[in-house]
């Protein structure tokens, strides 16, 4: 029981480059989110998703694409990477909404130059 | 809007000493509160979950306060170690649906020998 994997874990681009970030969880939960964490601020929402097939915009969701083609799996992908995209990227997954435990990913460090 | 404020934003103590964290909240209505635990270059891992009807949950030396009336919650950290040096976020959940988990910028706590 892995939990919540994400892949890669470190990453560089150029300005301009596309990436996608790729997050799994073994657990079959329903929910799952992509956040970005940056120096002196609160976890920000970037896109979700309620189920297979369904995503949503966060807080933050300009510059990210995501999809939810499989129920385990909930991609973010970077079309056209900027500077102010370097952050650190941390996927999520609850089962049930605001009541189960919500299990983080460890994250994946992406630095664009 | 939807808020989460922590103090201090940085806190030292000595090994052995207890301390106390500070959380304030205006997301309403209010589902449940919760405390993670984020060493560095790590996810954030789940501390407590408390519902408006808990007051108090403890997780061995972690022992979590909400007072729903106030909008406030503390944890306090008894017999400090030094595997407890770590950033420390409260995070609430709103009941409303689409209403996601909202992050504080979190407590950084340094315990030092």
């Known amino acids: 029981n892995a939990g919540v994997t994400q892949t890669p874990k470190f990453r560089v681009l150029k300005t301009g480059q596309s990436m996608t970030l790729l997050c799994a969880q073994d657990?079959?939960?329903?929910?799952m989110y992509w956040y970005r964490q940056d120096p002196g601020m609160g976890l920000r929402l970037i896109h979700y998703?309620?189920?297979?097939?369904?995503?949503a915009k966060g807080e933050v969701p300009d510059g990210y694409n995501v999809s939810r083609l499989k129920k385990q799996n909930f991609l973010l992908g970077l079309e056209s990477a900027a500077p102010s995209q370097t952050s650190v990227y941390f996927c999520?997954?609850?089962?049930?909404?605001?009541?189960?435990?919500?299990?983080f990913g460890e994250g994946s460090r992406l630095t664009v130059l | 809007k939807n808020q989460v404020e922590q103090s201090p934003q940085s806190l030292i103590i000595l090994e052995g000493k207890n301390c106390t964290l500070q959380?304030?909240?205006?997301?309403?209505?209010?589902?449940?509160l919760r405390w993670y635990k984020q060493d560095t270059g790590r996810g954030p891992v789940s501390l407590t979950i408390?519902?408006?009807?808990?007051n108090t949950k403890s997780n061995g030396r972690y022992t979590a306060t909400l007072d729903a009336d106030t909008k406030q919650s503390s944890l306090h950290i008894t017999a400090s170690q030094l595997s407890d040096s770590a950033s420390y976020i409260c995070?609430?959940?709103?009941?409303?649906?689409?209403?996601?988990?909202?992050f504080g910028p979190g407590t950084r706590l340094s315990v030092l020998p």
């Open positions: 657990m079959n939960h329903e929910y």
């Open positions: 995070v609430v959940a709103g009941m409303n649906y689409g209403q996601n988990f909202v």
């Open positions: 999520a997954s609850v089962q049930g909404y605001n009541t189960g435990e919500l299990f």
């Open positions: 408390m519902t408006f009807s808990e």
């Open positions: 959380c304030n909240y205006t997301v309403s209505p209010f589902s449940n």
């Open positions: 998703s309620v189920g297979e097939g369904t995503t």
